[in-house]
């Protein structure tokens, strides 16, 4: 019976020839080294802090134990949490994963993300777009009301987020612990603007240089009225098809309807394929379109079919869309369409 041991080896280190090549490089030896500290806030008082444009580039984020502090986070992230904090104001560029909050109380924030989840959080106003349901737990006096921002980077750092600024599900609260006879949340008021909540960085912090608005329309995310009772019984359902114009089509309809008057109640953005354009909108001929990202939306007034097929003759001739005939079918149109987009989104 044998065994293995060790012996301190008679053997010289070998010497390196001259010409000899040195040893490969791989690109993680490369890396720069990260400091956690970096992507990190931590026991912050009567501050303001937070992180500039192309400081965290989709890493992950923690804030916690933070009191009284203002925080600006102007970059994409992977995920945040945000632990015991209280009384803070928080400002989250779009966040490609979830946003956690745990045991927080007397938060306002702005939060763009795919997930928005809180915990044992009571008293918290949020202006959030969220591509899934919003979800709240243990948590009390929540409110809520549509993102309404803008920062010079914010349309790119959606675009690195991968988030649609036309998929905000904002209002449409899932409560995971609900209490008969208790609402845990509610909607802010309609006119609720961002700066009665969530100041502007001070003027001698080191966010002064980055070039804010909160005016609803210079926002990122359209501002929709989202699960308000409509004023009115008359929808219509706007559709353009893929295009490399779009998104700027879908902003220049909003213009021109809000501008005389109709309200922007939900916007969409859906991948399509010929086959399922013919079904949802129930058409007998084939419609030819390219296959790719559709952007919907309702809007809602009395005489809004009528104005939306004239501003799609009179602007958007030539591109291809979709607009509600009139107003008896306009109703099914939006059923029909937005009940595909959230099946086709997992809602």
């Not at 737990?137 to 675009?159: I, N, R, V, W």
């Amino acid at each position: 019976m044998g065994c293995f041991f060790s012996k301190k080896s008679r053997r010289k280190s070998p010497v390196k020839e001259p010409g000899q090549t040195a040893p490969k490089q791989y690109s993680w030896d490369k890396r720069e080294k990260v400091d956690p500290k970096d992507f990190m806030l931590t026991g912050v008082k009567d501050a303001t802090v937070g992180r500039l444009p192309g400081k965290l580039n989709g890493q992950q984020f923690v804030i916690q134990d933070c009191e009284n502090c203002n925080i600006f986070v102007f970059d994409h992230s992977a995920t945040v949490t945000i632990d015991d904090c209280v009384n803070c104001r928080i400002v989250l560029g779009p966040v490609k994963g979830s946003v956690f909050f745990r045991d927080c109380k007397d938060i306002k924030c702005v939060v763009a993300c795919q997930q928005f989840r809180t915990r044992d959080c009571k008293k918290m106003d949020v202006f959030l777009c969220c591509a899934t349901q919003p979800i709240i737990e243990s948590s009390t006096s929540m409110k809520f009301g549509c993102f309404q921002y803008y920062y010079p980077d914010l349309a790119f750092h959606f675009k690195d987020a991968g988030l649609s600024i036309f998929n905000n599900n904002w209002s449409n609260i899932h409560d995971f612990t609900p209490v008969s006879g208790e609402t845990n949340w509610s909607l802010l008021p309609e006119d609720a603007a961002v700066l009665e909540y969530v100041p502007l960085p001070d003027s001698e912090s080191e966010f002064k240089s980055v070039r804010i608005s909160t005016e609803v329309n210079r926002s990122i995310v359209p501002m929709t009225k989202g699960g308000r009772r409509k004023e009115s019984e008359e929808s219509c359902l706007f559709v353009f098809f893929a295009g490399d114009y779009t998104t700027a089509n879908a902003r220049k309809l909003i213009d021109e309807t809000t501008a005389k008057g109709y309200t922007l109640i939900q916007t969409k953005e859906v991948s399509m394929r010929p086959e399922d354009v013919n079904r949802v909108f129930q058409n007998n001929k084939t419609i030819f379109v390219p296959t790719g990202p559709v952007v919907a939306l309702e809007l809602n007034g009395d005489g809004v079919v009528e104005a939306c097929r004239s501003i799609a003759n009179e602007i958007f001739n030539g591109t291809k869309v979709f607009v509600s005939e009139n107003k008896s079918s306009a109703s099914r149109d939006v059923d029909n369409f937005f009940n595909f987009a959230d099946m086709q989104m997992g809602l």
